[in-house]
């Protein structure tokens, strides 16, 4: 069964600064938060389907379809991964959470798609923006969600910024794909979207 739910305001936000330590102590608490929302890239959706060997209609049952009431509550982070185009609205495309808040790939405290997990995940509590003209970083999570924050060394940033352009590179493929999926199609649906998505990426 699809699922559609309205978007709550997160409580992340986006502050650009120098030096941080992080080290992540494995709580889990990321994945547990109910207002820590996992958008997906089409690659994010494609490397987990490919992992797990889920069809189209599998794959959908592990998503979540945001609507969005009033674009304007939304926190930064949500605007750089585009919505798109269904049968009941603009909806941001996330990985599918339990009644609890918890991630439905959740097990025992542990990621059971660790290796292909998405990209938000990946660069947790980290996230990446273009301005002027380069690749700036911030943090995602507010410290109390976060345990790792000030904990360990400080961060690399040769790598954070790998990491970040990535990212950015695997969002503007991503949006070029919303951008002509949400002018271009007939009659939206959301098992059209993941099957013209995961169609398009392995061509
Ligand atoms: S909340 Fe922070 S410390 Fe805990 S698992 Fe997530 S990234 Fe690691």
């Known amino acids: 069964m699809t699922i559609f739910r309205i978007f709550c305001k997160q409580v992340a936000s986006l502050?650009?600064?120098?030096?941080?330590?992080?080290?992540?102590?494995n709580c889990g608490a990321c994945c547990r938060q109910s207002n820590l929302v996992v958008t997906v890239t089409g690659k994010d959706i494609l490397r987990i389907a490919t992992a797990l060997g889920l069809d189209a209609s599998e794959t959908l049952h592990a998503l979540d379809f945001y609507l969005i009431e009033n674009e304007h509550s939304l926190p930064e982070g949500m605007r750089d991964i585009p919505p798109i185009m269904t049968e009941k609205g603009l909806a941001y495309v996330a990985i599918r959470k339990l009644e609890d808040g918890s991630c439905i790939f959740l097990e025992d405290n542990k990621c059971i798609i660790y290796p292909v997990r998405p990209a938000?995940?990946?660069?947790f509590p980290f996230t990446f923006k273009m301005k002027d003209n380069g690749l700036r970083w911030g943090i995602s999570a507010i410290s109390h969600i976060c345990p790792g924050l000030g904990k360990g060394d400080y961060v690399d940033k040769k790598f954070l910024l790998e990491l970040g352009r990535g990212t950015i590179n695997?969002?503007?493929?991503?949006a070029e794909f919303v951008e002509r999926w949400n002018t271009t199609i007939d009659s939206p649906t959301v098992e059209k979207y993941l099957q013209t998505l995961l169609d398009s990426i392995k061509q």
Request: proline content about 0%; glycine content about 0%; aromatic content about 20%.
């Open 170 to 174: 695997e969002l503007s493929y991503y």
């Open 15 to 25: 502050s650009f600064i120098r030096d941080i330590r992080f080290e992540c102590q």
């Open 120 to 123: 938000v995940c990946r660069t």
